[in-house]
Each structure stands twice: as C-alpha cells, then as structure tokens.
C-alpha cells in the first residue's frame, strides 16, 4: 500500500487489509513516495478512524517506498494517479510495472483515486476508511480465491 507520507492513507490501508485476509499466508506492509514523515507513527485521525472500525494500526512506522519492494511484494496497491507515477519511476522491467494497481481501480467502482484527507476533517478520513475498505472487499476476495 502506497500513498505519498505513509501517514494517512496507507496505514489504513496496510489495517484494513490484514483484518481481511489470511496473515499467514500475505506478508502486508506500506510505505510512501515521500519522505516527510519517514519512522512517525501514524496521523492520530488514521488511528481514531482505524480504531473506531476495530482496526489497530498504532504500531505502524512511515518508511519510504524503495525500488527492493518490487522483490518483496506480488501487487502494490497505490492511493492516486501521482503516486502511481511516482512507484512506477522505480520499476526496472513490464513485470515490475504490472504490480502496481490503483487501489480503486475494479469493476463498478465510482471513482479511482483516494484523495489525501491530510488537509480534511475527520469525516474525510471517515471517507477514506470506506472507500479503502470497498476496494478491499473486491481484491481480497480475488486473492483469497488465488490461494
């Protein structure tokens, strides 16, 4: 899971989607294409949001997404179209390439990027938590039938 600080969108994302899948079977990890929050804790709007849907993503660390992480990881779920370009810049090959996914890029979604709620209020993270947790019930459910 990507997103630009790894603060916001991507900690709920990296939650929300090992409360949804097998843990042993999927190593689940975010980062961001920047490094303005690199080794800080998630933003405390991210945890109440997380929280308040039984998720815990207190421990989680910001770190800066890394060309080695196209070895690490099968598919890597991006939040918008910048960020999609700022991950491919690091892909050295059309495989690499083919692991990055906007996250609400499946069928009957309305839109395709999760806006950064960094600058909104709680009901935009209130928003982010649903529109990340839709993608998900549509790729996990792929990836679990993928085992």
């Known amino acids: 899971m990507v997103c630009l600080g790894n603060i916001c969108r991507s900690p709920l994302a990296e939650g929300i989607l090992r409360s949804k899948l097998l843990k042993t079977y999927f190593f689940i990890d975010s980062a961001g294409t920047s490094g303005f929050h690199n080794g800080s804790a998630p933003d405390p709007r991210s945890i109440e949001v997380a929280q308040k849907n039984g998720i815990n993503i207190d421990n989680q ?50 839109t395709k990027e ?20 839709a993608g998900y019930d549509y790729h996990s459910q792929r990836l679990i039938k993928s085992l």
């Open 114 to 133: 999760v806006q950064d709620p960094y600058y909104g209020g709680d009901k935009r993270f209130e928003s982010v938590f649903k529109l990340i947790d």
């Open 61 to 110: 660390k910001s770190r800066p997404f890394r060309a080695d992480d196209f070895e690490s990881f099968d598919l890597i779920f991006v939040m918008d179209s910048s960020n999609h370009r700022n991950v491919l810049k690091y892909a050295k090959s059309e495989i690499e390439r083919q692991k990055v996914k906007l996250i609400l890029e499946y069928p009957g979604s309305k």
